[in-house]
T-cell receptor, first 115, second 114 residues
Framework: GNSVTQMEGPVTLSEEAFLTINCTYT??????LFWYVQYPGEGLQLLLK???ADDKGSNKGFEATYRKETTSFHLEKGSVQVSDSAVYFC??????????????WGLGTSLAVNP | DTEVTQTPKHLVMGMTNKKSLKCEQH?????MYWYKQKAKKPPELMFV???????INESVPSRFSPECPNSSLLNLHLHALQPEDSALYLC?????????????FGPGTRLTVL
């Protein structure tokens, strides 16, 4: 079946450090891929997305490239800030779901950035 | 504007109460979703409405009853809940139909069942 595997956290970094959160997927078709972020006490926000192979999504200094050959969608940021402390979820749109747009989620990675 | 609003922000209810959660979007989206999320876990899909018709019910107990009065509104009626139903309830909307459909989430209602 379709699935998403995310690196386990928590991840703790110092301000201005480089961030990578790994995400790999298994899918039978051609899913779209997403990163969502959840700040403490808030709902989920779409951070970035990619809809086909080799697409790069970017937002707020975060980037992720849809790599079909390695079935990966790793999240990166060159210099993290304290305000980036949050839980990050990788997700894919289930290509077997027809018109019912179910998302398949990774377990989430908690990031803490220290000043 | 990609805003989904939810009310109330917080809700405390007893196991015999009846309450409702509300969700609204004005993006013209035709798909709307209810999710339940426990702390630091991914959201669990509960219901999907597509073009105002219930298209997915993920075997949710009948004490949760969704309603979609029109294309902008989504309600979740709660009755006789259990303490384990305490969670963050998230509403989301999406344009509908396309495989690249992005879901936009509201801020959630934090529900506590006593």
């Amino acid at each position: 079946g379709n699935s998403v595997t995310q690196m386990e956290g928590p991840v703790t970094l110092s301000e201005e450090a480089f961030l990578t959160i790994n995400c790999t997927y298994t899918a039978t078709g051609y899913p779209s891929l997403f990163w969502y972020v959840q700040y403490p006490g808030e709902g989920l926000q779409l951070l970035l997305k990619a809809t086909k192979a080799d697409d790069k999504g970017s937002n707020k200094g975060f980037e992720a490239t849809y790599r079909k050959e390695t079935t990966s969608f790793h999240l990166e940021k060159g210099s993290v800030q304290v305000s980036d402390s949050a839980v990050y979820f990788c997700a894919l749109s289930d290509p077997d779901a027809g018109n019912n747009r179910k998302l398949i989620w990774g377990l989430g990675t908690s990031l803490a950035v220290n000043p | 504007d990609t805003e989904v609003t939810q009310t109330p922000k917080h809700l405390v209810m007893g196991m015999t109460n009846k309450k409702s959660l509300k969700c609204e979007q004005h993006m013209g989206h035709r798909a709307m979703y209810w999710y339940k999320q426990k702390a630091k876990k991914p959201p669990e899909l509960m219901f999907v409405y597509s073009y105002e018709k219930l298209s997915i019910n993920e075997s949710v107990p009948s004490r949760f009853s969704p309603e979609c009065p029109n294309s902008s509104l989504l309600n979740l009626h709660l009755h006789a809940l259990q303490p384990e139903d305490s969670a963050l309830y998230l509403c989301a909307s999406g344009a509908g139909a396309a495989s690249t459909d992005t879901q936009y989430f509201g801020p959630g209602t934090r529900l506590t069942v006593l």
